[in-house]
């Protein structure tokens, strides 16, 4: 069966020279314009990082403006695990012809997920035969933790953040995806932005970019 094919905007490598590749993967209903926002600052860390923000595979249900990557109808545990799972091969199809087209490897590939994004950039990345530098994933949840000890091929850094104020995904799902990633012997790290919602605050950003300079070994790692 043929995968959908995605797409979306990009900036390239501010240097002129590609060594690294961001993938951002927006949320539900958002679109990839939503995230390619991030580039301009991470790429003041990353000058040599190309990055490109895919749109969601279906048109969103409740935004029809925006994507998404699975439906939302029932939200329930078995429906994120079910969507994500369906999705799973069009997200891994776009990052094998990323890294192809960039003549890279998964050692100079960053995923940076939001909300949807976070589950569709746990859920593949974890589950790749080879590993890539890291996850950031902002104000998301972990789809089917009962089956990460089983199913997790590679465990790459990550680093999750979510507000506290968050009023779409509350911030008690970091603290299970810490539990079960942890539990699965990843090497996960958190932080709870005070009083920010269903976003990604400055102190979110300001953490990320740290944390994609040092897996990338970037300046003074």
């Not at 060594?19 to 926002?37: F, K, P, R, T």
């Not at 545990?77 to 997200?91: E, F, M, N």
């Not at 939001?114 to 902002?138: D, E, K, N």
Request: hydrophobic residues 45%.
């Amino acid at each position: 069966m043929d995968v959908v094919k995605i797409d979306g905007p990009r900036q390239p490598a501010a240097s002129g020279t590609t060594e690294q590749l961001v993938i951002l993967v927006h949320g539900y209903g958002a679109d990839g314009n939503d995230l390619i926002g991030l580039a301009p600052y991470f790429a003041r860390a990353l000058p040599n990082a190309a990055f490109v923000a895919p749109n969601g595979p279906e048109r969103c249900e409740m935004s029809p403006m925006g994507y998404q990557w699975f439906p939302i109808k029932q939200f329930d545990p078995t429906s994120r695990l079910t969507g994500v799972q369906s999705a799973a091969p069009i997200l891994d199809q776009f990052i094998d012809q990323e890294l192809a087209s960039h003549g890279l490897s998964e050692e100079n590939l960053l995923l940076v997920g939001f909300s949807q994004g976070t589950m569709m950039s746990l859920h593949v990345a974890l589950r790749r035969p080879r590993q890539v530098a890291g996850i950031l994933g902002y104000s998301g949840l972990l789809a089917g933790p009962e089956l990460l000890a089983d199913e997790v091929v590679s465990k790459p850094p990550i680093l999750l953040i979510h507000g506290d104020m968050d009023e779409m995904l509350p911030v008690q799902n970091l603290h299970d995806a810490v539990e079960a990633l942890g539990g699965a012997g990843l090497n996960v790290e958190w932080h709870v932005s005070p009083g920010a919602g269903h976003t990604i605050a400055q102190d979110g950003l300001d953490l990320g970019m740290e944390f994609l300079r040092r897996v990338f070994r970037v300046g003074t790692y």
